[in-house]
Nanobody, 120 residues
């Protein structure tokens, strides 16, 4: 079965950096999209960054553009989120998400989450 396991979260001061990793296993196909979501305290879950595996194109929520980078290793068994110039508003639980098919970016597989806390 598909399993996603995040790691790399932690507590940092504003301006700092973190790299989140998502270990991916169990896929019998290459999912069309992989993504990182986050949920800040008192806010709804939002898609932070997404990767289309067909052409490796990426998209980001406006608030993280220029600061976050989503990528995968060559074997596509690890998804990364490099975060720099972190801000307090980046605080939240970060989740790795995987699409359920090779042709649709509908996320049905989720990791357990890793906490990112940014202090001012």
């Amino acid at each position: 079965q598909v399993q996603l396991v995040e790691s790399g979260g932690g507590s940092v001061q504003a301006g700092g950096s973190l790299r989140l990793s998502c270990s991916i296993s169990g896929y019998r196909y290459i999912p069309k999209c992989m993504a990182w979501f986050r949920q800040a305290p008192g806010k709804e879950r939002e898609e932070v960054a997404a990767l289309d595996t067909g052409d490796d194109s990426t998209k980001y929520v406006d608030s993280v553009k220029g600061r976050f980078t989503i990528s995968q290793d060559n074997t596509r068994d690890t998804l990364f989120l490099e975060m720099s110039s972190l801000k307090p508003e980046d605080t939240g639980m970060y989740y790795c998400a995987g699409a359920s098919s090779w042709y649709r970016c509908e996320y049905t597989y989720w990791g357990q989450g890793t906490q990112v806390s940014v202090s001012s």
